[in-house]
């Protein structure tokens, strides 16, 4: 007797969201089909965990870095085992490390995978058909956009010659960055925030010893992490009205009752999408204008490490952070320059190299050929007013018509818009266990 064909479950990325929901598959023991789609040769680490900087360190302690929702040690008894057998809870460890757990848990599933980039997602005949680069078509009854972050947007017009002359890197991301600048050159960086760390770092692993100015609209380097544990009285409590100023009220009372400003803020992670969630539209926006950065601030910090090594660059003057919102970048002779707004008006700001080490960017429709920008186009999909993609809260995707699709989702930075934490293992690691448990329902249904 002929079985059915099992129910087929595409997750389009095999970066650490992917690889997080297909874990909580396997360990659900799903029965359906599941094939993840990537382009990428090295799969499971995607940008974040590909880094090759034994200095670019994890920015969330080991004992919060499982991958399993129902053992949260699950991280730290391996990291123990394959990497420091005295290991603290409370460490940082390098990024490359993360990636190898992350390649370990790819080789105990041993996923069924295609190295091919997904162009389209139709709808057709009661099932999603994905159009791969290879010419293949795929038909799917769930799919699930899983492709992570994608890399920065311009922040600036660039010029011709500068796009040609290879002093311009429009990416910090680029594990092979730092070859491709001489030792003593200098360096200016568009950002100041973790991405500008991990390519300072970089290219002082690699011998570079030139000035490096790093410039953002505020000018704010990343903080230190620190010995606190979360605040045990609320820091918002809730009974507080649902605003911007009340919020920000609020965090302030708590800090002048002493509470420690770090475990302010851990204490209101937890709680950070349900607050946001409770805000209008104009709250939104207006949380967007004046305290989206500050947020980002004090919410992702760096290792000690990190930070020791960022104070040791400030106090020798090898590493100025500087305020100037760039508007401009050309080329002179052989010379980068950036002109940027500052508190002081108009400056001009040279270098040998310019890097865009600005944040990644959610504006999909101004993506070429990307799967995100293309679901937009078709009206698979809609974007929030801050970008990432509208969905239901378990992830279901909206579309241009306003339907909540039940069959397509979307996990980890794609919610970006949605929510405000989305992009930290710890939340990925929850959405991926909570829709693998709807996936498989669904399966045997």
Partial sequence: MDHPPRPLIAIIGGGASGTLLAWALWQLEAGSRIIILDPSPRPAVGLAYSTLSPGHFLNVPVRSMSADVRDPDHFLHWVREHHDPHLSPAAFVPRAVYGRYLSDLWRQMSPEWLQTTVLFCRRNGGKLELGLKTGEVIRADQVVLATGNFGPAAVAPVSQDLTK??????????????????????????????????????????????RVVALSRHGWCPESHAVTEPAQSPVIPASTPASVSAFFRAFRNSLAQGTEWRSAVDALRPQINLLWASLNLTEKKRFRRHLQRRWDIVRHRVAPEVANFLAIEQAQGTFLCRRGDVIRLGLRGETVELEARTPDGLAIVSAEHVVNCTGPSRAYRQMRDSLPRTLLEDGMARETAFGGLECHENGALVDGAGQIQEDLFAIGPMRWGMLVETTAIPEIRQQAWDLALLLETRGKG
């Fill in 165 to 210: 002359s290879g002093r311009y890197h429009p990416s910090g991301w680029d594990n092979d960055l730092s070859d491709r600048i001489a030792p003593d050159a200098s360096v200016a960086m568009i950002g100041t925030g973790l991405t500008s760390l991990d390519v300072l770092m970089r290219l002082r692993e690699t011998g570079h010893r030139g």
